[in-house]
């Protein structure tokens, strides 16, 4: 997905849904280090591309709470 598309798509998103999917990003990083640790895989860019996510989420998450003040 384009990164202009999951922008939108997270926008679009409520608060609790983007609360829900940074509990779910966090799951999956985590998974995902261990993975990588014990040398099951070399998922180094889907790493990389679940903390963009989650960072994109929380400023987001941070942008409304601003705005709501």
């Given amino acids: ?4 598309e999951e922008l939108e798509r997270l926008r679009d998103m409520s608060d609790d849904d983007l609360r829900e999917e ?6 999956s990083m985590f998974r995902l280090n261990f993975k990588l640790a014990l040398g099951e895989m070399d998922a180094v860019k889907r790493i990389r591309n679940e903390k963009q996510t989650y960072a994109r989420i929380k400023t987001i998450i941070r942008e409304r709470e601003k705005s709501a003040q």
């Avoid at 997905?1 to 202009?4: S, V």
């Fill in 1 to 4: 997905m384009k990164r202009r």
């Fill in 22 to 27: 940074t509990g779910r990003l966090k799951e």
